[in-house]
Structure formats: C-alpha cells, structure tokens
C-alpha cells in the first residue's frame, strides 16, 4: 500500500472513528494510555456466551492522530473479523505498524499500538475474570472491598 493511501485511511479512521463511545453493559472496562504523548484510551469489551468470542468491544479516549485512528483500525478488524478472543491476543504490533505505515507512524509506535495493547489487556482481565468465576472465587469488589482497605475497612463497609 502506498504511503498517501495509508494517510487517507488514518485520517479517515481519525476523522470518523469507528466502534467509538462507551458500553454499557461492558464485561470489561479497560483504561490504557502513553504518558510520554498524553495519549489515553478505555476499552469497553463485551464477551460472548460461549467466552470465546468478543460480543462487542468499544473504545473512547483523546490523544493524538495516530493513537486515536490505530484504536479505530483495530476494533474494526476486530467486528469485521469475528476473531476469537485468542485471535486477538495473537496479533502481532509490527504488523498493526505495518498496516498504519512503518514510515508514519516510525518515532510513535507507542502511539500506534496503544489501542492494540489495551484490547489485549481486556481480553486477559476478561479470561482471568472467568476463570475465577468457574473457580467458584469471589473478586474482592463483589465483597464491597476497596482496594487498599484493610480487615478492619472491609468489615466496617460490610
């Protein structure tokens, strides 16, 4: 692909975000972000009955041109790809670079591969959320506890 195309095709993804806005009833709330650019994203995934498939998956966030269309890219690969949960852990960040255009996006990789790198740790908390249900283990939030509280906190929240 040409380096024009792949420009018109990230300002096109920056200018009409796809898969954009926060969902509801989200399985997975996921914050991501690059503190060298101020990049920030949230990624709202959704899991499919069987746990295998992503049922929906959303981003919202603010930051460069870069961040914000690779964020976009990749949900869509993502619907339009019907990948697996596993699929999608198995993506590859040079290819993701790649796809926006090595030359463009060269002194910002961090930028290119944030959306990328935030869907994967959805995924993983995801997984690891259900392999703790299957478990028959409780999460500490659905005990009221907060983090960072001790024995005496949590029992008073009780």
Avoid: W
Wanted: net charge negative; with cysteine.
């Amino acid at each position: 692909m040409d380096r024009q195309l792949q420009i018109q095709i990230l300002l096109d993804h920056y200018e009409r975000p796809r898969h954009r806005g926060e969902l509801g009833d989200a399985d997975v709330e996921m914050p991501g972000g690059n503190p060298g650019c101020g990049d920030v994203v949230t990624v709202y995934l959704k899991g499919s009955e069987d746990h295998e498939h992503i049922h929906d998956v959303t981003y919202e966030g603010e930051g460069c041109t870069i961040s914000m269309a690779a964020s976009s890219m990749i949900l869509e690969e993502i619907h339009d790809g019907k990948l697996t949960m596993d699929e999608v852990l198995e993506l590859d960040y040079n290819e993701m670079i790649e796809k926006l255009g090595r030359q463009i996006v060269a002194s910002r990789p961090r930028c290119a591969t944030l959306g990328l790198g935030t869907v994967k740790a959805a995924i993983r908390k995801y997984q690891r959320d259900r392999r703790l249900e299957k478990a028959g283990v409780t999460r500490p939030e659905d005990e009221g506890l907060v983090f960072g509280d001790t024995a005496a906190q949590a029992a008073k929240n009780q």
